[in-house]
């Protein structure tokens, strides 16, 4: 792992050394504006059946560039290695799509990145764990993250890795606090997961350690809110995680997934919940001189819970009753700008020289756009998980609020007004770049909605 001293060396060597300068390309006509669309949850499938709604939904748009053959229409490949994911059974997820693509290379990515860290133990000497082991014995040490072996937000190997850790290096009283998942993974495996957690928790009980699931929730009900789009969700997090309090109180985490989803609830749903003991006691507040990690290697999902934990003052997202005095570290920096978290467990991935920069460097005015949901992918992830502009004389970013209602029942979201943002951008003559993401397509297909999804991707760009 690199220390900050390295990875700053290394940015200002690259940086000085290397000119950035743009040629003229073979086939992209000079002085007219390029326009770069994303169909955020587009993929091809081989199998074209009832199933796969790409190939149901009517995109004569699409189908027409296809007819045209390759020089209007290829396909990459959009996991695995190809975009800096450990193994090629890797899912890929948008957030490495766009690093991968404003970056126009390949990235070892942060799942990777942890892989390396547990594997040769750097995660157990770097400042971060050194910065929380002093908790591990007499205090409590409490996890936050996904359950899940999607690969897209967490893994529970690496959970698990992390546990293992902390066990090995005398954590006494271990705290989880479970988010459940059916977005990244299949729906109904948030049960296979939970007997999973509570069989490795219990063989550390087994080993003198103190170790219990305290909180839960589904990822969009609780705490896992990203651009500010709900932070009722993540005040929810904090309730439960924190202050022990939730509308759902159990003394056993398998029957709180079995009561909860009651009624059709799926997994990412599961309203929040507190695990109590006999007398009704919150079983793992957070409290001062805890350390808390969250253990999603992924940044969008856990930038405002972070906030919630980093920011003593000026945070007034939600009242957070109290703020106990703790060590919080993130699993990485989840945006390097704004050093949140100023302490992590693995340093995130350097990206430098993204098309962005490259544009800005060169003169180039720019213009992106997709609403709420999507605008941190089109800006943020787009050019190497940075904040803010390069220059900002040369960029405009326009971002159109997303509804705050369920997205299969409103397919459509902001497809059209994204289109015509993008297409006023275009005409105005005022930017050489413009650079749109249709939030839809991926958002409505993660509900697992057939019918919405195939009207999404009709107005996602295929109609």
Request: hydrophobic share 40%; with cysteine; glycine share 10%.
């Amino acid at each position: 792992a690199l220390d900050d001293g390295t990875r700053r060396r290394h940015r200002e060597t690259t940086t000085r050394t290397f000119a950035m300068e743009l040629k003229p390309h073979a086939t992209i006509p000079q002085k007219k504006p390029v326009l770069v669309c994303i169909l955020d949850g587009w993929g091809e499938n081989p199998i074209e059946d009832e199933h796969n709604a790409v190939h149901v939904a009517k995109t004569p748009t699409m189908d027409g560039l296809k007819a045209k053959g390759k020089d209007y229409y290829r396909t990459v490949q959009a996991h695995g290695t190809a975009v800096g994911l450990p193994t090629d059974d890797d899912m890929g997820n948008s957030e490495v799509g766009h690093n991968a693509l404003g970056a126009g290379k390949v990235i070892a990515q942060g799942a990777a990145l942890v892989d390396i860290a547990l594997r040769e133990k750097n995660m157990f000497s770097d400042p971060g764990w050194t910065y929380i082991k002093p908790a591990f014995e007499n205090n409590t040490l409490h996890i936050i993250g996904l359950l899940s072996d999607g690969g897209v937000h967490s893994r529970t190997d690496q959970i698990f890795g992390m546990m293992r850790g902390a066990l090995a290096d005398g954590c006494k009283r271990l705290r989880l606090h479970v988010l459940t998942d059916g977005r990244d993974v299949a729906d109904g495996t948030c049960h296979e997961y939970m007997v999973k957690l509570v069989a490795e928790l219990d063989s550390y009980v087994a080993q003198g350690c103190d170790a219990k699931i305290a909180s839960g929730g589904g990822r969009m009900a609780v705490t896992m809110d990203r651009y500010e789009a709900d932070w009722g969700m993540v005040e929810r997090g904090w309730r439960a995680h924190v202050l022990g309090e939730a509308p759902n109180k159990f003394t056993c985490p398998k029957e709180a997934l079995v009561e909860l989803k009651k009624g059709g609830i799926t997994d990412q749903y599961i309203a929040p919940f507190v695990i109590v003991d006999a007398d009704g006691k919150a079983v793992g507040t957070i409290e001062d001189d805890d350390a808390v990690v969250i253990a999603n290697f992924r940044a969008d999902r856990v930038v405002e819970i972070s906030k919630a934990f980093e920011y003593e003052t000026g945070f007034d997202a939600f009242d957070r009753v109290r703020f106990p005095k703790i060590k919080f570290v993130g699993l990485m920096q989840y945006d390097g700008d704004l050093k949140l978290p100023s302490n992590f467990l693995v340093p995130p991935p350097l990206i430098e020289r993204t098309s962005g920069e490259w544009l800005a460097k060169n003169g180039l005015k720019t213009f992106a756009c997709s609403e709420t949901q999507k605008f941190g992918h089109v800006t943020f992830f787009w050019n190497g998980n940075r904040s803010g502009y390069f220059n900002e004389e040369l960029e405009t970013y326009v971002e159109i609020p997303s509804d705050n209602v369920p997205f299969n029942e409103a397919p459509l979201m902001k497809a059209r007004e994204i289109t015509a943002a993008g297409k006023e951008a275009l005409l105005s003559g005022k930017y050489d770049v413009v650079r749109v993401n249709y939030a839809n397509p991926d958002m409505v297909g993660h509900t697992g909605n057939m019918a919405a999804t195939v009207a999404a991707f009709f107005e996602g760009g295929g109609g």
